[in-house]
T-cell receptor, first 111, second 115 residues
Framework: EDQVTQSPEALRLQEGESSSLNCSYTVSGLRGLFWYRQDPGKGPEFLFTLYSAGEEKEKERLKATLTKKESFLHITAPKPEDSATYLCAVRDPGGGNKLTFGTGTQLKVEL | EAQVTQNPRYLITVTGKKLTVTCSQNMNHEYMSWYRQDPGLGLRQIYYSMNVEVTDKGDVPEGYKVSRKEKRNFPLILESPSPNQTSLYFC??????????????FGEGSRLTVL
């Protein structure tokens, strides 16, 4: 069964303190890895799609990278408004349209 | 404004009392799906639909029913709710050409408590 594991479960940063979130997966034949942001009391919001090892995507202070075994979400000089839970998901390798989500990393950025 | 709308947002009910959580999207999306989110378990798919009259089971379909009679609506039906269905429920939608890119639009969630 597909496994998506995110670490750490929670992360507290000072404003401006860069760090990385990890998403490791055991899917064979990856058909896409996706990052979402979820604010408290809200539904997840799509951020990035990565398909192949070496691929990178950027959006403001966020950069997502992908290797053959894991993905990283790098947060550069974070601000308090970056505080959220970040979820990663992988697509069913059988070609279906099911996404398997990790349990997320809860990020808090303090002044 | 493009959105996925769920109702009710909050509901407390009792075991066995049938309920329906509605989901409607205004983006003309073919694909719609229901997820439940539980602490420590993450988001798990209940049912999904690729288009009108086409539905399929996700990972945790037991105790739930869905229907897709119109493109914009995808209601989730709990025929006889039980306490283990207490959860936060999300409806999501996507274009069929974008679901392969994992690009889902989520509603704001419906928090259900079954006593």
């Amino acid at each position: 069964e597909d496994q998506v594991t995110q670490s750490p479960e929670a992360l507290r940063l000072q404003e401006g303190e860069s760090s990385s979130l990890n998403c490791s997966y055991t899917v064979s034949g990856l058909r896409g890895l996706f990052w979402y942001r979820q604010d408290p009391g809200k539904g997840p919001e799509f951020l990035f799609t990565l398909y192949s090892a070496g691929e990178e995507k950027e959006k403001e202070r966020l950069k997502a990278t992908l290797t053959k075994k894991e993905s990283f979400l790098h947060i550069t000089a974070p601000k308090p408004e970056d505080s959220a839970t970040y979820l990663c998901a992988v697509r069913d390798p059988g070609g279906g349209n099911k996404l398997t989500f990790g349990t997320g990393t809860q990020l808090k950025v303090e002044l | 404004e493009a959105q996925v709308t769920q109702n009710p947002r909050y509901l407390i009910t009792v075991t066995g009392k049938k309920l329906t959580v509605t989901c409607s999207q205004n983006m003309n999306h073919e694909y719609m799906s229901w997820y439940r989110q539980d602490p420590g378990l993450g988001l798990r798919q209940i049912y999904y639909s690729m288009n009108v009259e086409v539905t399929d089971k996700g990972d945790v379909p037991e105790g739930y029913k869905v229907s897709r009679k119109e493109k914009r609506n995808f209601p989730l039906i709990l025929e006889s709710p039980s306490p283990n269905q207490t959860s936060l429920y999300f409806c999501a939608s996507s274009l069929s050409t974008r679901i392969i890119a994992g690009e889902l639009f989520f509603g704001e969630g419906s928090r259900l408590t079954v006593l």
